[in-house]
């Protein structure tokens, strides 16, 4: 008896890693060489291509496929429908597999409903991209990005929220009252002294 959870729909393809807790829901197809962490969620009509990583936790919602280059590091959340590519100038008559660029979401990152994340980019530490945007550049940490192409129209916390930075550059979250420090363009907790 495996650790994890297939609904008969799904298929998986051997050899694969797969952690304990993951729940594979309806029609998704799981290629082979990937690995996926504890506790993920695989929404219904998800594709996980050969080779790609999830960390742990990671919540890929329905209608996302992650292709072959595409690492999200633990407590990524891909949004309903958002697209990854992993080829630049795809042709269907030209093969370009020894071409597929990198794609690397870090922890915490959260990719909105139907947003496009244009290949070789790093998405990264807890930032929010809202939905339907097109990512074409990396994207920083905490950075909350909108629109076509993505722009940056401000900074979060790790709990999703918008951050108001005071003109000394230290905002605070409303939910968890953690303290941000934004400084020459960069976000970052500070962390409380024990």
């Not at 799981?30 to 594709?47: A, L």
């Not at 003109?167 to 941000?180: I, Q, R, W």
Request: proline share 3%.
């Amino acid at each position: 008896m495996s650790d994890y959870f297939v609904h008969p729909s799904s298929f998986i393809d051997q050899p694969c890693q797969i952690g304990k807790g993951v729940k594979i829901w309806h029609f998704s197809h799981i290629m082979s060489n990937c690995i996926i962490g504890d506790g993920c969620n695989i929404g219904q009509n998800v594709v996980i291509s050969s080779n790609v990583v999830l960390g742990r936790n990671v919540k890929v919602q329905n209608n996302v496929s992650v292709y072959e280059g595409v690492i999200c590091e633990d407590d990524v959340f891909l949004g309903p429908s958002m697209v990854f590519t992993n080829v630049i100038n795809p042709r269907s008559a030209v093969i370009r597999k020894h071409e597929y660029k990198k794609t690397l979401v870090r922890k915490g990152a959260s990719i909105g409903a139907n947003s496009t994340i244009v290949c070789g980019n790093e998405i990264g530490e807890y930032a929010l991209i809202g939905a339907g945007a097109v990512v074409t550049k990396i994207v920083l940490a905490y950075a909350l990005v909108v629109g076509n192409p993505a722009k940056q129209i401000g900074w979060v916390s790790e709990f999703g929220h918008r951050l108001n930075f005071d003109d000394k550059g230290f905002a605070v979250c409303p939910e968890t009252k953690e303290l941000y420090q934004l400084e020459n363009n960069r976000v970052c907790k500070i962390q409380k002294e024990e």
